[in-house]
């Protein structure tokens, strides 16, 4: 099935762009559509002129669940991966002009998209912008960095303060963009300075200061601004006990995770008020009697009651319909208030934590 693109005039006109789905010959458009393929609508011009002028790579109408770890979500409208900060900087432009939405990912570890999808433009920093350069104890680290390289890359360097990285599976700048982390760490504690591509198209140079970051949150998260590079400052350390530190924490998280069904990592925020007063998350689920319940595909792991897997075919329907019986239960038998870490992506673009989105149920 394809649909393609000709010029109402000039149907011979030598192409000026391919793809798998579309022939682009021209700004004027005839659409004519095989099996609804395309939903776009009046976004599909400007989806077709920003896939020719940006050399990226660029996709049409692919399924985000192949973008994110649950293996969730319907298609998005245009898929695109930039690869440098300047080409960023065009999309955001070009996105904000156009009043089209824009949705940013890395990984897609922390996200559940809808089951529509994205009507829209993602743009995703990946191996496209993933350059890590070492000099001394300063790590420059591209925003699409996958995490566990960076701390890999820290530690042969001998430089201590990552460790606790080594087992997150996610990019550079989501990573910045949560404050991200474990073993009550996060990432901001090492960050000296992040350059970020703003909701104007504008590059800009952060502070830590700046970023404001406390436990999992930053200012980054309500800016809108897109991670493209972020400057750390590691100490000096010994490889050998940095490399024992690693090993120990990816061995716990072997013990304690489920690594071979498809999740996405700690579904609800921990704290330290709450390990206080009633236990962290997957401790506080399980006491509800919560492990294993399952709703359609999507089921609270047997191995850690802190994440939903995905049996195999689960939607978003079913991941935020099991989440909003999760919460009930827990502030109904243990009087606490289960706030999500996980985002959650609507078809719109907006982004926000998933059980606002399951409370709306």
Not at 192 to 205: H, I, L, N, P, S
Not at 206 to 211: S, V
Not at 347 to 357: N, R, T, V, W, Y
Request: aromatic share 6%; charged share 20%.
């Amino acid at each position: 099935m394809k649909a393609y693109l000709t010029q109402a005039r000039r149907v011979d006109a030598e192409p000026i762009f391919k793809h798998s789905d579309f022939l682009v010959l021209t700004d004027d458009w005839v659409i004519m559509q095989h099996f609804n393929l395309l939903r776009t609508g009046s976004y599909l011009p400007a989806l077709c002129r920003i896939a020719v002028k940006i050399d990226a790579l660029a996709q049409f109408n692919p399924p985000l669940a192949q973008q994110n770890s649950w293996q969730i979500g319907g298609p998005a409208d245009l898929l695109i991966e930039p690869k440098n900060a300047q080409q960023v900087a065009a999309i955001v432009r070009f996105a904000r002009q156009e009043q089209i939405p824009l949705v940013v990912i890395g990984q897609g570890t922390n996200l559940l998209f809808d089951d529509a999808g994205v009507r829209g433009i993602v743009m995703k920093i990946g191996s496209q912008m993933a350059q890590i350069t070492i000099n001394g104890e300063q790590i420059l680290a591209g925003g699409g960095a996958w995490v566990p390289q960076l701390a890999r890359l820290s530690m042969r360097a001998g430089l201590t303060g990552l460790e606790h990285c080594i087992g997150i599976p996610g990019t550079v700048g989501g990573l910045v963009m949560m404050n991200g982390g474990s073993q009550h760490k996060g990432i901001g504690e090492n960050i000296a300075r992040v350059r970020v591509v703003t909701t104007a198209g504008e590059e800009e140079m952060l502070t830590q200061a700046d970023c404001a970051f406390a436990y999992r949150q930053s200012a980054l998260q309500t800016t809108g601004a897109v991670v493209v590079q972020a400057e750390l400052t590691c100490l000096s350390g010994d490889i050998a006990t940095i490399r024992r530190a690693m090993v120990a924490d990816l061995r716990n998280r072997r013990q304690k995770f489920p690594r071979k069904q498809p999740n996405c990592g700690s579904v609800f925020l921990s704290s330290a008020a709450m390990h206080a007063s009633v236990g962290p998350p997957g401790q506080i689920i399980e006491a509800a009697g919560l492990k294993g319940v399952r709703v359609g595909n999507a089921e609270v792991s047997r191995q850690h009651a802190n994440f939903i897997v995905n049996r195999g075919g689960a939607t978003s329907a079913d991941v935020l319909t099991l989440i909003k019986q999760i919460r009930a239960k827990v502030r109904t038998e243990i009087g606490f208030e289960l706030e999500c870490e996980v985002r959650y992506v609507s078809p719109e673009g907006q982004i926000f934590p998933a059980h606002k989105q399951a409370d709306l149920l």
